[in-house]
C-alpha cells in the first residue's frame, strides 16, 4: 500500500519509477481531455528510411508540429460556444490539479484525498482556503507555487467569459435586427441635412411638441459607423435615442425592420450616397410606394405620415414620388398623410430677399430652427374658437402672434379682419412653444390688458403721417457664379426697387438670356478673375449696397467655404482702406458653423452679414413640417409673390416724430390699417424680436425695422395705393 500511494520514504530509485508513472499519468488525462474536446489534429508521419541509426525527424521539426497541433487546437476550441470553452479548461486543469497535488504530497504529510482538495482551492482561489498555513518551508514554497499558478488558470477563465460576454454585447450592439418599436419616428437615407435634423429633434422633444418615442434610422452605410458619428455629433445636444439600422430605403424588407408601417413618421431623406438625380428620385418613390401601399388589404390600419424631401422642384412627368401618392391614395383605405419639402430654390430666394433686406437669414433661422429662446410657426384648434372673425380672435393673444388661418381650403397668411374661423379651422401663430398659446386662450391668463392694443380704426389719422416709401435703389454685385445663380438674379430682379443695378463678376461665360434686366433694374456682367482682390478693387465692390458671394459649386464644401472666406477677407480690407462711409452688407452660404463664424468676426466692426447655412435651415424645415404637416409650404408662403411674405420696413413707416414709447400691441394695430400684421422688430444693431408681448413697450429709432406679413415690399401701385 505504501508503494502504491508512493510515500516520502521511499527510496530514491522508487520515486524516480513513480514520478515517469506520474508523468505518464499526466500525458494520458491531456490525451482523454483532447479527445473530449474534438482530439488534435493528426499528424502525418514521416515514412521511415532505409537507413538504420537515422533519425526520420528532426527535433526541430517535432517541437514544430507540436506548435502546429497546439495552436491548431486552441483555435477550435476558441470557435467553439462558451459551455465548451469552459468545459475544456476545466478538463485541462485535472491533470493540473493532479500534478500540484503529487508535488505537494511529496513534501507534505498529507494523503492524496487532502492534497487533490488543497491544490483545487490553492489553484482556484477557492474562499476560505489559506495558502499561508503551512508550518515547514517546503510546503509553504509549494503553496505559494500553487496559488501563483491559479492565478494564471483563473485569468484564462475569467478572459474566455469575459470576452464571451463582450462578443454578445457587441453582437447586440452592431446586431441589425429588427426593431420593436411603435408610433416612432423613422428617418430614411442619410445626407447632410440629418445631423442637424436629429439636433432639432432633439431640441424640440425636449421642448415637449412631441418626439417622445426613439428615432430609428435606416440609410445604406455600416451601423458601427452611423452609430459613432450621431455619437459624436449630438454630444452637446438634448438627450435624444436614436436606433440605427443597415438597409436600403427602397427595400421593403429593410423598411419591416425598422417597423416602418407601425412608425408615427417616416422622414424620407434625398440619398447623399448616389449621384444619379433619377435613381434617387424612384428610389424615394419606391420607398413612399412601400410605406402606402402595404395598407390596400386593410380598410382599418393607418399607415405612418411621409414627410419627403425635395432639393429641386420636379417637372411632373419627372416627379416618380407624387406618382407612388396618387397610385396609393384610394377611397376606402387609410394612409397616413403626405408631405414635400423644397429646399434649394427656397434657399435662392432667402439669398436675394436677405441681399435686398439685410438681416433676412437671421429672421429665418429665428423662425423655422427649434430653440429654447425662439418664436416658431405652430397650428393650433379650440372650439372657442370656431365662428369667430380673425380680427376678435387676433385680439385674444397677449404673448403669441395670430398669423393666419387654416381652414378646409387650404392655409391662409394674413388674412382680411372679417375672415372666419371654421368649426374644425385651426389658427397658425408664432409663439414660443404650444403651451403659450393655450395659456393665452385660457380665460383671465393671456388677457391683454385694456389701451394695450387700440380699438379698430382709432390708428388711420396716424398712419396717414407715415407713408409707404418707395426705397432707394440698390447696387448690388454679385461675386462668382453657379449653377444656383441665374435663379438668385432673377429673384433679385423681382423684388429690386427702380434706378437698382446688378454687376456679376465671374471669369465664365453667361448666357446673356440668364442676366437680361427688368424694368427697374439692369445687369452687368465683367468677365474677370472673381478670386483676386485687384479685380474686387478695379470694379469697386466697397462701395455696392449688397455683395452676393457664390463660389463654384463644382469644388468642395471646404473648397467653397474657403474661397468665400477669401473674398470677405479682402473686402474687408477694401472697405477698411477707402473713404466710403458704410460697407456693403454680404449674403452668402457656407457649410459649417465654424466657418461662419470665421466670417463674421471679420467682418465684425465693419458692416453686416447675413450667412445662411444651408443643412441647419433645410433641417429645421423638415423638423418642422414632422411635428406638423400642415406647415408643409411655409417656406414657400414667406417668400412666393403671390399672398403675404415676410418683409422689413423702416421705422418711420410706423410711428411719428412725436411718438416716445409705445406698446407692441399699438404698433400692431397701425399695421392693420394697411392689412398688414407686424410680427417682430429688427434694430439697428441686429439684434432680432419675433412675437413680442403685446404690452410691452418700444421706441423705435432711426434704422430699427418693423418686420410684418405683407402683400408686397414694394409696387409703384402698392406704394400709392398705401401711401393713400
Not at 297 to 315: A, D, F, K, W, Y
Not at 476 to 492: K, Q, R, T
Request: proline share 4%; aromatic share 6%; net charge negative.
Amino acid at each position: 500500500m505504501d508503494v502504491m500511494l508512493g510515500r516520502a520514504e521511499a527510496s530514491g530509485g522508487g520515486r524516480g519509477a513513480r514520478g515517469a508513472g506520474r508523468v505518464a499519468a499526466l500525458a494520458t488525462a491531456c490525451v482523454v481531455a483532447g479527445a473530449l474536446g474534438g482530439g488534435l489534429a493528426r499528424v502525418s508521419q514521416m515514412p521511415a528510411t532505409a537507413t538504420t541509426g537515422t533519425p526520420s525527424i528532426t527535433m526541430k521539426e517535432r517541437v514544430a508540429n507540436v506548435q502546429s497541433n497546439g495552436t491548431y487546437f486552441a483555435q477550435r476550441v476558441f470557435g467553439w460556444p462558451l459551455y465548451g470553452k469552459v468545459f475544456i479548461i476545466m478538463t485541462a486543469m485535472v491533470p493540473l490539479v493532479l500534478a500540484a497535488a503529487s508535488v505537494y504530497k511529496h513534501v507534505s504529510d498529507s494523503d492524496w484525498n487532502e492534497a487533490i482538495a488543497n491544490a483545487y482551492y490553492w489553484l482556484n482561489d477557492v474562499p476560505g482556503a489559506d495558502s499561508t498555513a503551512e508550518e515547514s518551508l517546503k510546503t509553504t514554497v509549494v503553496a505559494q507555487l500553487i496559488v501563483f499558478c491559479g492565478m494564471f488558470t483563473f485569468a484564462i477563465l475569467i478572459g474566455v467569459v469575459s470576452d464571451e460576454i463582450a462578443s454578445k454585447v457587441d453582437e447586440v450592439r452592431n446586431g441589425n435586427h429588427k426593431v420593436y418599436e411603435k408610433n416612432h419616428t423613422v428617418i430614411l437615407n442619410w445626407n447632410d441635412q440629418l445631423i442637424p435634423l436629429l439636433k432639432q429633434i432633439a431640441v424640440a422633444k425636449q421642448e415637449g411638441i412631441g418626439f417622445d418615442k426613439p428615432v430609428v434610422l435606416l440609410a445604406d452605410m455600416e451601423k458601427e459607423t452611423m452609430d459613432n458619428v450621431i455619437q459624436d455629433e449630438l454630444a452637446d445636444s438634448p438627450p435624444l435615442t436614436v436606433v440605427t439600422r443597415q438597409g436600403q430605403a427602397h427595400n421593403s424588407q429593410d423598411l419591416d425592420r425598422v417597423n416602418a408601417w407601425s412608425a408615427e413618421r417616416v422622414i424620407v431623406l434625398h440619398d447623399g450616397s448616389s449621384t444619379d438625380p433619377a435613381t434617387i428620385e424612384s428610389q424615394k418613390a419606391t420607398a413612399v410606394l412601400n410605406l402606402r401601399a402595404k395598407n390596400f388589404r386593410s380598410t382599418t390600419c393607418t399607415g405612418p405620415n411621409v414627410i419627403v424631401q425635395v432639393p429641386h422642384r420636379l417637372e411632373e412627368i419627372d416627379d416618380s414620388t407624387s406618382l407612388a401618392i396618387d397610385l396609393t391614395d384610394r377611397p376606402g383605405h387609410k394612409n397616413g398623410e403626405y408631405a414635400f419639402v423644397n429646399g434649394t430654390s427656397e434657399l435662392s430666394r432667402l439669398k436675394a430677399f436677405s441681399a435686398m433686406q439685410p438681416g433676412g437669414n437671421q429672421l429665418f433661422e429665428d423662425l423655422m430652427l427649434q430653440s429654447n429662446d425662439s418664436a416658431e410657426f405652430y397650428t393650433f384648434a379650440s372650439p372657442s374658437l370656431a365662428g369667430m372673425t380673425f380680427q376678435d380672435a387676433w385680439r385674444l393673444f397677449n404673448t403669441a402672434t395670430l398669423v393666419g388661418i387654416v381652414n378646409e381650403d387650404g392655409m391662409v397668411l394674413g388674412p382680411k379682419d372679417d375672415a372666419i374661423i371654421g368649426e374644425r379651422g385651426e389658427i397658425v401663430v408664432i409663439a414660443e412653444n404650444k403651451s403659450e398659446i393655450a395659456r393665452n386662450l385660457t380665460k383671465g391668463r393671456g388677457k391683454v390688458k385694456e389701451g394695450v392694443i387700440p380699438r379698430p380704426g382709432t390708428q388711420n389719422l396716424v398712419m396717414e403721417k407715415c407713408p409707404i416709401k418707395m426705397p432707394s435703389p440698390k447696387k448690388l454685385f454679385v461675386i462668382g457664379w453657379n449653377e444656383e445663380s441665374p435663379g438668385v438674379v432673377h429673384d433679385m430682379l423681382v423684388l429690386a426697387p427702380p434706378g437698382s443695378s446688378i454687376t456679376i463678376i465671374a471669369n465664365d461665360d453667361i448666357d446673356k438670356k440668364e442676366i437680361k434686366g427688368s424694368k427697374y433694374c439692369s445687369v452687368k456682367h465683367v468677365k474677370m478673375d472673381a478670386k483676386k482682390m485687384a479685380t474686387l478693387k478695379s470694379q469697386r465692390v466697397h462701395e455696392a449696397d449688397s455683395i452676393l458671394i457664390m463660389p463654384t459649386s463644382e469644388d468642395s464644401d471646404a473648397t467653397q467655404d474657403s474661397h468665400v472666406l477669401a473674398t470677405v477677407m479682402q473686402i474687408a480690407h477694401l472697405v477698411t482702406n477707402s473713404t466710403t462711409p458704410y460697407a456693403p452688407h454680404l449674403v452668402t452660404e457656407l457649410s459649417c458653423e465654424v466657418a461662419k463664424q470665421v466670417a463674421e468676426d471679420v467682418y465684425r466692426g465693419i458692416g453686416t452679414v447675413d450667412i445662411i447655412l444651408h443643412d441647419n435651415l433645410i433641417g429645421g424645415t423638415l423638423l418642422q413640417v414632422s411635428a406638423n404637416l400642415k406647415l408643409a409650404g411655409m417656406f414657400d408662403f414667406l417668400l412666393e409673390k403671390e399672398g403675404k411674405e415676410l418683409y422689413m420696413r423702416p421705422h418711420d413707416e410706423f410711428v411719428t416724430v412725436n411718438d416716445t414709447d409705445l406698446y407692441w400691441g399699438e404698433l400692431c394695430e397701425r399695421a392693420r390699417v394697411r392689412d398688414e400684421i407686424a410680427v417682430g422688430v429688427m434694430r439697428a444693431n441686429g439684434e432680432l424680436q419675433i412675437s413680442p408681448r403685446k404690452d410691452q413697450q418700444f421706441r423705435l429709432c432711426t434704422g430699427d425695422r418693423v418686420v410684418v406679413l405683407a402683400e408686397d415690399w414694394w409696387t409703384p401701385q402698392s406704394v400709392k395705393a398705401k401711401t393713400k
